[in-house]
């Protein structure tokens, strides 16, 4: 059994995350990993847990968010094409 270090479950599923900078993270579910791993829209707050948006090193839920804040965001667009 593995200790989720976000919530301090206690659970035989856990699972570790490995992140690119070399650290090593124990969680029982997603919901504990996002917690602790994702990056936070600068403009809204919320967790980004999708593709987001980065700007000049800041990360964005979304280009509205983007271009709400930065002026290099004025150009940004989501991704989501509207075409079939």
Do not use: K, W
């Not at 969680?27 to 980065?54: K, T, Y």
């Not at 709400?68 to 965001?73: A, I, L, P």
């Amino acid at each position: 059994m593995a200790t989720c270090e976000v919530c301090g479950n206690e659970y035989e599923l856990a699972f570790e995350v490995h992140t690119a900078g070399g650290g090593r993270h124990t969680f029982d579910s997603f919901e504990c990993a996002v917690h602790r791993l994702a990056p936070i829209c600068e403009h809204c707050g919320c967790r980004v847990m999708g593709h987001g948006v980065q700007v000049d090193g800041q990360f964005y839920c979304c280009a509205h968010c983007a271009r709400e804040t930065t002026r290099e965001g004025v150009q940004a667009r989501d991704a989501v094409s509207t075409t079939s």
